[in-house]
């Protein structure tokens, strides 16, 4: 489980940006993660979706207080996972010797993904003296 602990960054801490990820440790706990996220996720979105029709047909009236809750909780895992996850291609990119900026690829639809995958996939740069002082 040393792959876990550094895909949570036990050093600095969870949404730490700093330090560096080896690529086994990158996706191991990504799928880990992934795993966890889907079985939170999935049973929330179909209980949310199960109950679209009721409330298209109530907007006049309020929402139930529960369904609100749920969303939150909801949309609060998404958002920290997204964060985890960021932090970890982050530093999985410093383990590489690749500018953390080649993330922002990922707006290019397709071709943006494909280029930072192989950039994840890479095999860390072997270090010198100079990158020691």
């Known amino acids: 489980m040393e792959f876990l602990k550094q895909f949570l960054n036990q050093e600095y801490g969870l949404y730490s940006f700093s330090g560096r990820l080896s690529r086994s440790s990158f ?13 939170i996720t999935v049973p929330v979105s179909y209980l949310l979706f199960a109950f679209a029709p009721q409330l298209s047909v ?11 809750i749920i969303f939150a909780i909801y949309v609060f895992i ?13 530093r ?14 990922m707006l290019i639809p397709f071709w943006g993904e494909a280029v930072v995958f192989c950039q994840l996939i890479r095999r860390p740069a072997q ?7």
């Open 27 to 39: 996706f191991l706990g990504a799928l880990l993660l992934w795993f966890f996220i889907s079985a």
């Open 58 to 68: 109530a907007a006049g009236s309020g929402l139930p207080v529960w369904l609100g």
């Open 78 to 90: 998404l958002v920290n996972s997204f964060i985890i996850v960021l932090a970890a291609a982050v």
């Open 92 to 105: 999985r990119l410093r383990d590489a010797k690749v500018s953390p900026f080649w993330l922002l690829l």
């Open 127 to 133: 270090t010198t003296e100079a990158d020691h002082e």
